[in-house]
């Protein structure tokens, strides 16, 4: 395993309003060379508070793999390409990889 100095992976977590924009927007990520990978979770159910009032929502959460030196691009491209007005992208860090996938990361 890497240890933190040596993570170069990082990961994205990011809500889309539905299942098609998800995959849409991975593929597009994934053709632009901006990730490696993309996991998409349909069917969660957000509940959140808008306005002083308890909404619910269907998305379909994306996490996206890629390299730290791509985040920046890689954030505007999903601002560029998702549908909210306010788009939710988390970057999630990443303590520690394998050698195998730090090696198929910098591909």
């Known amino acids: 395993m890497q240890k933190n100095d040596h993570v170069e992976m990082a990961l994205l977590y990011v809500p889309f309003p539905n299942l098609t924009e998800a995959s849409k927007a991975a593929k597009a990520l994934l053709t632009d060379k901006l990730i490696v990978c993309a996991n998409i979770i349909p069917g969660v159910l957000s509940i959140y508070?808008?306005?002083?009032?308890?909404?619910e929502l269907p998305?379909?959460?994306?996490?996206?793999?890629?390299?730290?030196?791509?985040?920046?691009?890689?954030?505007?491209?999903?601002?560029?390409l998702h549908?909210?007005?306010?788009?939710?992208?988390?970057e999630i860090g990443v303590e520690s990889i394998n050698e195998k996938a730090a090696k198929w990361l910098s591909v």
């Open 49 to 55: 508070n808008q306005l002083e009032e308890i909404k």
């Open 59 to 80: 998305e379909a959460i994306v996490i996206f793999k890629t390299s730290k030196k791509k985040i920046v691009s890689l954030k505007s491209a999903i601002e560029t």
């Open 83 to 90: 549908s909210y007005d306010v788009p939710i992208i988390i």
